[in-house]
């Protein structure tokens, strides 16, 4: 079996649950204190389609000692996962910001290193891994990325402070947060639009 049919089973496998832990961790502002605390909060431990696919292969891994079915079955799961996926609805769904994007491109390089370094272990273990380590890589993917995102952060304080010194006589609204920014600036702009000559354009 070519490694690339092997990385392409584990990855699929594993990209649910990238998805999660990466809408998980935006919902929890980025911030891996917050993060933590739900990700250890015992709650969140449920009986679930993804704990009966564990349950299920480790036994077949267990009675068989067969990689190949192993790999298999973890193939015909993630094809299941990801079409659930694909049809469930969330409140707060993961939004594919440009940050976000960066985030993806760093789990995948790290997940597809761990899978690579997995063929070592039986293929059973390692689909149980595949399914857990997406929640444990936000740390590291988050170390990575802090550097890159502090640096576009200050970029664009940078500029839009540029932009702002250009006119003293501005009144100038600034709003924050992960979710709701553009509908509020549009209503802040409707309601003060009234009486005010305004500029609702986004600068940063």
Same mark, same amino acid.
């Given at each position: 079996?070519?490694?690339?049919?092997?990385?392409?089973?584990?990855?699929?496998?594993?990209?649910?649950?990238?998805?999660?832990?990466?809408?998980?961790?935006?919902?929890?502002?980025?911030?891996?204190?917050?993060?933590?605390?739900?990700?250890?909060?015992?709650?969140?431990?449920?009986?679930?389609?993804?704990?009966?696919?564990?349950?299920? #292969? @480790? $036994?077949?891994?267990? %009675?068989? !000692?067969?990689? +190949? &079915?192993?790999?298999?079955?973890?193939? =015909?799961?993630?094809?299941?996962?990801i079409y659930k996926e694909s049809n469930k609805t969330y409140i707060k769904d993961l939004v594919l910001?440009?940050?976000?994007?960066?985030? #993806? @491109? $760093?789990?995948?390089? %790290?997940? !597809?290193?761990? +899978? &690579?370094?997995?063929?070592?272990?039986? =293929?059973?273990?390692?689909?149980?891994?595949?399914?857990?380590?997406?929640?444990?890589?936000?740390?590291?993917?988050?170390?990575?990325?802090?550097?890159?995102?502090?640096?576009?952060?200050?970029?664009?304080?940078?500029?839009?402070?540029?932009?702002?010194?250009?006119?003293?006589?501005?009144?100038?609204?600034?709003?924050?947060?992960?979710?709701?920014?553009?509908?509020?600036?549009?209503?802040?702009?409707?309601?003060?639009?009234?009486?005010?000559?305004?500029?609702?354009?986004?600068?940063?």
């Amino acid at each position: 079996m070519t490694s690339l049919f092997y990385l392409a089973v584990y990855l699929g496998l594993s990209f649910v649950y990238v998805k999660h832990a990466l809408q998980m961790f935006q919902q929890n502002h980025y911030e891996l204190y917050r993060y933590s605390k739900w990700l250890f909060n015992r709650k969140n431990i449920t009986f679930s389609y993804a704990f009966v696919f564990c349950i299920v #292969i @480790l $036994v077949i891994g267990t %009675l068989f !000692s067969s990689n +190949i &079915l192993s790999i298999l079955f973890s193939a =015909a799961f993630a094809v299941f996962a990801i079409y659930k996926e694909s049809n469930k609805t969330y409140i707060k769904d993961l939004v594919l910001t440009a940050r976000v994007k960066r985030q #993806i @491109l $760093v789990l995948t390089i %790290l997940m !597809s290193l761990f +899978i &690579l370094a997995g063929k070592i272990l039986p =293929a059973d273990l390692l689909a149980v891994l595949c399914i857990i380590m997406p929640y444990l890589m936000i740390y590291p993917m988050a170390l990575i990325t802090y550097p890159i995102e502090e640096g576009i952060k200050k970029h664009y304080e940078n500029e839009a402070r540029q932009i702002l010194a250009e006119d003293d006589h501005l009144l100038k609204i600034g709003i924050t947060g992960s979710y709701g920014k553009t509908s509020t600036k549009n209503i802040v702009n409707d309601i003060i639009g009234e009486e005010k000559l305004t500029d609702r354009k986004s600068v940063v």
